[in-house]
């Protein structure tokens, strides 16, 4: 990684951007305001300086190039998709190219009666669920950055979502990938069939590695057939946030199968409720929704569980209804971002021990005298926890206080991020979660599928 | 590995076996009837001589202890379950060491609520299964073996079964796994939570490498609910094996989730109909199983598709009669083992490609003049055909005829092995599924984890 300035490039830098020029022309940008951009994601993080080039590719083919350049040059390359990531894994700095996946955003093929579709990685969520609505069919993995995140980025992450208590996560939605390695090679891992076990599974070893194995250059998802049937949405009002998790887990527990099963804790519903103009009522808010032929059925046994539990509650099974009942939710984020900066957790437990990390919340939050906003998507015990600070670095409070969080989750039997991945943002927890002898390890894979370390250097595994 | 004949050990190899008995005394077996045993498996393949010892251990420690004297003497462990393999990792050779799970067997914990169980390795499936019945919890994967199969075998192959078309295959069903490396450290890997992305996905890794990569310890599986509601079971003759698998691919297309959907190719249920001693009415069947709350109205459904493509059918939702429905199928493996030795392949292909794959063996047998009697999980387009010949080695006609099969179902999007594994038998085939490239990187991962290649060596990667 070079160390000169970006205002001064050496002669090396101009050899690599002249000869990302010369082999793709004006799939190659220097304009500044495409550089400055690429510093960034949803994280917070800011790279320490600009990157080279920002190239957005059009092929496979383009991408090998890219990777070729990169190898013989030893530069390093950032992998992009629309930035949405909130750990600082597409964040690129000082030296490296950035490889931007947005132009590659075609679904290539569907298979209705094998219920696959073939997709490009900067293809968005969003887009490819209405592309394949005609054909019956949606993509499950739906993060809450759905209407602009990209397949790609879901792959890097393994991302899951409202949805995947009961639909799962990426790595359940993805059956073969094209994948670009650091030296230009192309590899296909997986296959078409919904079973295979011929050798080593690198597709899953490939979802959630955070572009640090390789460049995915397509994906054959898995799809599925649009759920028939009704659905109904419980919206429940509880005096803590405990009692609502309370529920949550009574719900699973019972054997019932939400949908989507979200938790606003109590500080969270406060600023939503200040930021919608509602009266601030106070409590915690549990929003519950069925699918399929079953859904009204499992929407009353549940809802027989939160009145027993002390929630008040309504139940709707009109679809404008109940998207207002979970426009609450979706407000969560613009109400917490109006405060000051934000850092956006993600520590995941057993759902049965939803209540006591909310518990540990709040008394990290009392004895550090700071509010920390949390949502859950409890179906799956995966929570996010907003830390509020003034000014665009982590202040060292903020930092022992998510530590203090991270440890806690990690003696609940539970794991740093359910869906957000490490990136740059939780390299100084991995050891704690992984050991010393899995995390040397890992870093061995990397050199493997990278033995320069030019894909995302400092990512994930430290530099 | 030793060359010395078994007959003659070496010093070294008395070492090895001295050793291995000062650290684990009467869990180390030299006696031949138990050395012989593991030199088979279910795949009719035999090992070259005779493995130095078969060692019984009962603790993560002994498997530690084991490992170390393993990598001090540079001597090969072929790791063990119940040897219902059908690919031939789990054969033991001259100069090995036989690593048996089978007294590491006991269900250590259970948690309903989060609906995760922790098993040692040696397990058996349907042990497992009576031992989870009174929590309402069942674990999914079910080979066709499960009376006997061990839940570290459907770890170390990715097993699937016949449910698995509804309720995934073993990846589906494994949330962490403690291994240990070959140099007898241990680690742990993935979460009790049921989603987690820190780090690269190793427990992913371990499932499905046959022993190559470490010794599953412990795991902690995800468990489901048992179904509540009825089950309806459709049996359906056909004329022609093509039309049977057109009703079945049809099943799955229109958006019916069979819990089972099982094939009997016409060869088979003609030898099937001789075993049981039954009228030859000829064709061949489909059996579909559904269960759940919808059970009734997705068979009603299914059986409409079923008798407008010209089946023969007959709906029961009675356990009883739904069960001797089921004995055809069952009766399949007996009935072809009375004929010869077996060769029992495993092709898997898109689901609709099931009637081309069917018909592409119909073609293999004429032109061979042979028979390959053929059942399928129909639900995932996983097929196998059995080969059947005089004495114990594999005539160089049958794999010929084989090798046909293999690259037609790699030529309809279809891989080797859709739940078997590669152990010996397929290894001739691994760089034609996945390419040299893959191939020569998948044995970099291998080195990473087992940098003498003491682990299963010659299995899956080759020699």
Redesign the interface.
């Known amino acids: 990684m070079s160390t000169t300035s970006p205002e001064h490039p050496t002669a090396a830098s101009d050899v690599v951007v002249e000869s990302l020029i010369a082999a793709l022309g004006d799939r190659v940008s220097l304009a500044e305001s495409e550089r400055e951009a690429a510093r960034h994601d949803r994280s917070g993080y800011v790279s320490d300086g600009v990157p080279l080039a920002v190239v957005t590719p059009e092929t496979i083919d383009d991408v090998q190039a890219v990777m070729r350049i990169a190898t013989a040059t030893h530069t390093p390359v950032v992998v992009r998709g629309a930035g949405t990531g909130l750990a600082g894994a597409a964040v690129a700095g000082h030296g490296e190219i950035v490889l931007s996946m947005l132009a590659m955003n075609r679904l290539l093929e569907v298979?209705?009666?094998?219920?696959?579709a073939v997709v490009q990685p900067g293809i968005i969520n969003a887009d490819l669920n209405e592309q394949l609505a005609p054909h019956?069919l949606w993509f499950a993995p739906d993060p809450a950055s759905r209407a602009i995140s990209t397949v790609g980025g879901n792959i890097a992450?393994?991302a899951?979502g409202l949805l995947?208590?009961k639909y799962?996560?990426t790595?359940?939605a993805v059956l073969g990938l094209k994948v670009v390695?650091a030296d230009g090679?192309m590899?296909?891992?997986g296959?078409?069939?919904?079973?295979?076990?011929?050798?080593?599974?690198?597709t899953?070893?490939m979802?959630?590695?955070e572009g640090t194995?390789g460049v995915v250059v397509e994906a054959t998802v898995r799809t599925r057939?649009l759920v028939p049937g009704a659905i109904a949405v419980i919206s429940a009002t509880f005096g803590s946030v405990e009692d609502a998790a309370r529920a949550s887990?009574v719900i699973?527990?019972s054997?019932l199968t939400p949908a989507v099963m979200e938790l606003i804790g109590e500080s969270a519903l406060r600023h939503i409720a200040a930021h919608l103009g509602l009266p601030a009522t106070g409590g915690s808010q549990l929003i519950v929704q069925f699918d399929g032929?079953?859904a009204l059925a499992e929407a009353d046994a549940a809802l027989t569980s939160i009145t027993s539990l002390g929630g008040i509650a309504v139940l709707s099974s009109d679809p404008v209804e109940a998207e207002r009942l979970f426009a609450l939710r979706r407000s969560f984020h613009p109400s917490i971002a109006v405060l000051g900066t934000v850092l956006i957790e993600d520590v995941?437990?057993?759902?049965?021990a939803l209540p006591a990390m909310f518990a540990t919340i709040g008394e990290i939050e009392a004895r550090y005298g700071i509010e920390i906003p949390t949502v859950a998507h409890a179906g799956?015990?995966?929570l996010h926890p907003n830390f509020v600070f003034e000014g665009p670095e982590v202040p060292a409070e903020i930092w022992a206080a998510a530590d203090e969080m991270f440890l806690a989750a990690l003696r609940l039997?539970?794991?740093?991020?359910?869906?957000?991945?490490?990136g740059l943002l939780?390299r100084r927890w991995?050891r704690d979660?992984?050991?010393e002898?899995?995390?040397e390890?890992?870093r061995?894979?990397?050199r493997?599928?990278d033995p320069l370390g030019i894909l995302g250097p400092g990512k994930?595994?430290g530099a």
Do not use: M, W
């Open positions: 298979s209705r009666d094998d219920e696959y019956g992450t393994n899951g995947c208590a799962g996560v790595r359940e390695l090679r590899l296909e891992l296959h078409r069939t919904v079973k295979g076990v011929t050798g080593l599974d690198l899953a070893l979802i959630g590695s194995l057939r887990a699973t527990a054997g032929p079953g995941c437990v057993p759902r049965s799956d015990g995966n039997g539970g794991t740093l991020t359910g869906e957000h991945g490490v939780k991995l979660e992984l050991g002898d899995q995390l390890l890992q061995q894979l990397k493997v599928f994930v595994f």
